[in-house]
């Protein structure tokens, strides 16, 4: 058993070490304590300023390297849209400034804005599912047999590409009836919203997803909303000259991400993240005029493997393709007289 001696030995203990600690401390080792810390937050000061001027100087280089490309702009994608009308469509609320620019690089290339469109949150909503299905009943009439023989979505998809690009003669300026039909169909549905009709068909597309990715992933199981995209990219490039598709992410629920993690989808079109900043909005045209050239890829501007398009210098278009798109014709008969252009 434990006495009170053995206790009372413990506390003199505890005690003197609290006291030469102190008499320590406030006296022989209190100057090389305070000069130890006072040169470990000298020495953080100066890390932190060193930093700062590090960070100053990367962010002069890189302003000074994104005026050098805006200026540079019109020699890197001079001809590589040469005549290409581009419809542009956003998927959520996208970043009118980013839209912007990329509509200034595609003028650049040659190319023209032909349509901005977006679509609603009713293209993805699996409530509003049942309703999709009624409308691609609808427009099935004015698609190639063809073109209805997959899911409903898939037929939106091609009436989307109808919509949009099909047009009467292969040397007429008019969209035919059915795209005028199918287009006015999906906007009174609420599938698609336009601020002004289209000014001419269409060649290919760009589809700028939105942020945060959320924003196209409000589908039920066992299609999310950014995969059906991906899908609906899918057909608008199978239909027309190409569809690539661009954002500033490429993480997971991202529409870039859904054709990505797709092998069939991901050779089939390419995809264009950070188009926040100068590069990215160069590489979209880029990568459109390659993709329409048969070079496909996925392209960041930065990350462990930065990779960019090299963009082609593109022929004139040859359009008669576009008018198999509208294939029931007049009084929508079934037999339709041409498929989806390859």
Same mark, same amino acid.
């Given at each position: 058993?434990?006495?009170?001696?053995?206790?009372?030995?413990?506390?003199?203990?505890?005690?003197?070490?609290?006291?030469?600690?102190?008499?320590?401390?406030?006296?022989?080792?209190?100057?090389?304590?305070?000069?130890?810390?006072?040169?470990?937050?000298?020495?953080?000061?100066?890390?932190?300023?060193?930093?700062?001027?590090?960070?100053?100087?990367?962010?002069?280089?890189?302003?000074?390297?994104?005026?050098?490309?805006?200026?540079?702009?019109?020699?890197?994608?001079?001809? =590589?849209?040469?005549?290409?009308?581009?419809?542009?469509?956003?998927?959520?609320?996208?970043?009118? =400034?980013?839209?912007?620019?990329? !509509?200034?690089?595609?003028?650049?290339?040659?190319?023209?804005?032909?349509?901005?469109?977006?679509?609603?949150?009713?293209?993805?909503?699996?409530?509003?599912?049942?309703?999709?299905?009624?409308?691609?009943?609808?427009?099935?009439?004015?698609?190639?047999?063809?073109?209805?023989?997959?899911?409903?979505?898939?037929?939106? @998809?091609?009436?989307?590409?109808?919509?949009?690009?099909?047009?009467?003669?292969?040397?007429?300026?008019?969209?035919?009836?059915? @795209?005028?039909?199918?287009?006015?169909?999906?906007?009174?549905?609420?599938?698609?919203?336009?601020?002004?009709?289209?000014?001419?068909?269409?060649?290919?597309?760009?589809?700028?997803?939105?942020?945060?990715?959320?924003?196209?992933?409000?589908? @039920?199981?066992?299609?999310?909303?950014?995969?059906?995209?991906?899908?609906? =990219?899918?057909?608008?490039?199978?239909?027309?000259? @190409?569809?690539?598709?661009?954002?500033?992410?490429?993480?997971?629920? =991202?529409?870039?991400?859904?054709?990505?993690?797709?092998?069939?989808?991901?050779?089939?079109?390419?995809?264009?993240? $950070?188009?926040?900043?100068?590069?990215?909005?160069?590489?979209?045209?880029?990568?459109?005029?390659?993709?329409?050239?048969?070079?496909?890829?996925?392209?960041?501007?930065?990350?462990?493997?930065?990779?960019?398009?090299?963009?082609?210098?593109?022929?004139?278009?040859?359009?008669?393709?576009?008018?198999?798109?509208?294939?029931?014709? $007049?009084?929508?008969? $079934?037999?339709?007289?041409?498929? !989806?252009?390859?």
């Amino acid at each position: 058993m434990i006495d009170f001696r053995y206790h009372l030995v413990s506390l003199i203990s505890v005690f003197l070490a609290l006291a030469v600690g102190v008499i320590l401390g406030a006296g022989p080792l209190k100057e090389a304590i305070g000069d130890q810390l006072t040169g470990q937050v000298s020495q953080l000061r100066s890390d932190k300023q060193e930093l700062r001027d590090q960070l100053t100087a990367n962010q002069v280089t890189l302003a000074g390297t994104e005026a050098m490309l805006v200026q540079s702009a019109p020699a890197i994608v001079r001809g =590589t849209l040469a005549e290409r009308r581009v419809a542009i469509i956003s998927v959520g609320s996208r970043s009118a =400034t980013d839209t912007s620019a990329i !509509s200034g690089y595609i003028k650049q290339a040659g190319g023209d804005v032909v349509a901005q469109v977006t679509l609603t949150d009713e293209w993805t909503s699996a409530q509003a599912a049942d309703s999709r299905q009624s409308y691609a009943s609808s427009l099935a009439g004015y698609l190639p047999t063809a073109a209805t023989t997959g899911t409903y979505d898939t037929t939106l @998809a091609h009436a989307l590409a109808l919509s949009f690009s099909g047009y009467a003669t292969a040397i007429g300026t008019e969209f035919s009836s059915e @795209a005028d039909l199918a287009r006015e169909i999906l906007t009174s549905s609420g599938l698609i919203a336009m601020a002004e009709k289209p000014t001419a068909h269409a060649d290919a597309y760009i589809i700028v997803q939105a942020e945060p990715a959320a924003a196209v992933a409000s589908s @039920a199981a066992p299609d999310d909303g950014a995969a059906l995209i991906a899908r609906m =990219t899918a057909v608008l490039d199978a239909d027309t000259e @190409a569809a690539v598709v661009a954002g500033n992410s490429a993480a997971a629920d =991202t529409v870039i991400a859904a054709v990505r993690a797709d092998q069939e989808l991901s050779a089939a079109v390419s995809t264009v993240s $950070e188009i926040g900043g100068v590069v990215g909005q160069l590489n979209v045209p880029l990568a459109l005029s390659g993709q329409i050239d048969g070079q496909v890829g996925a392209f960041d501007a930065s990350g462990v493997q930065p990779s960019f398009p090299q963009g082609v210098q593109l022929k004139s278009p040859d359009r008669s393709a576009l008018v198999a798109l509208s294939g029931a014709g $007049e009084g929508h008969d $079934e037999a339709a007289t041409g498929g !989806s252009a390859s």
